[in-house]
T-cell receptor, first 113, second 114 residues
Framework: GQQLNQSPQSMFIQEGEDVSMNCTSS?????WLWYKQDPGEGPVLLIA?????ELTSNGRLTAQFGITRKDSFLNISASIPSDVGIYFC?????????????FGGGTRLMVKP | ETGVTQSPTHLIKTRGQQVTLRCSSQ?????VSWYQQALGQGPQFIFQ???????GRGNFPPRFSGLQFPNYSSELNVNALELDDSALYLC?????????????FGSGTRLTVV
């Protein structure tokens, strides 16, 4: 089952508003990733975080790797209609080898023009 | 540069049957991972293949098996299909077995078991 608790499960916002979503876990991760998935497509990587405390931006997106290594957040500023989709956090647990990623349950974002 | 391609895109099978899903990795990528994504949930790691061998597995029973070929493409086989196997199956390729953050995902195969 899921080891990452992602919240909120869904958000319905007005275009131009800022958005924040987060993931928490009881386990320690050494990598945090944020993906966006559109209908009928696979997840696409938005931001990758590799060090505790790291804060990284990608355009209007900003994400941080929590200092405890058990949490991460993603912020989207000035949302636009094309931001609609499902956002997933994912991480690589400290004790997992290889490319095994653990995913959160997703945040469904809906933007009203 | 071609991305990850999966086939077929959709498939309907009967409970108890066997199914094979296929994946071609992105150019330059030698590692392939498979994920199962049930409706409304995040993907769950099934296993990873590198150098034609399984080198990491999630919590899935042995009836989920795979292959990797010399050209790095891969197959996912599921025997004795159950209704709960209905899901989107995602393939991801990466440049090495330790660079999961560089995974490129395919669009998936939607499997429905009836």
């Amino acid at each position: 089952g899921q080891q990452l608790n992602q919240s909120p499960q869904s958000m319905f916002i007005q275009e131009g508003e800022d958005v924040s979503m987060n993931c928490t876990s009881s386990s320690i991760f050494n990598t945090w990733l944020w993906y966006k998935q559109d209908p009928g497509e696979g997840p696409v990587l938005l931001i990758a975080l590799y060090k505790a405390g790291e804060l990284t931006s990608n355009g209007r997106l900003t994400a941080q790797f929590g200092i405890t290594r058990k949490d991460s957040f993603l912020n989207i500023s000035a949302s636009i209609p094309s931001d609609v989709g499902i956002y997933f956090c994912a991480g690589r647990l400290v004790n997992n080898a290889g490319n095994m990623l653990t995913f959160g349950g997703g945040t469904r974002l809906m933007v009203k023009p | 540069e071609t991305g990850v391609t999966q086939s077929p895109t959709h498939l309907i099978k009967t409970r108890g049957q066997q199914v094979t899903l296929r994946c071609s990795s992105q150019s330059g990528h030698n590692t392939v991972s498979w994920y199962q994504q049930a409706l409304g949930q995040g993907p769950q790691f099934i296993f990873q293949y590198y150098r034609e061998e399984e080198n990491g597995r999630g919590n899935f029973p042995p009836r989920f098996s795979g292959l990797q070929f010399p050209n790095y493409s891969s197959e996912l086989n599921v025997n004795a299909l159950e209704l709960d196997d209905s899901a989107l199956y995602l393939c991801a390729s990466s440049p090495s077995p330790e660079t999961g953050s560089l995974n490129t995902f395919g669009s998936g195969t939607r499997l429905t078991v009836v």
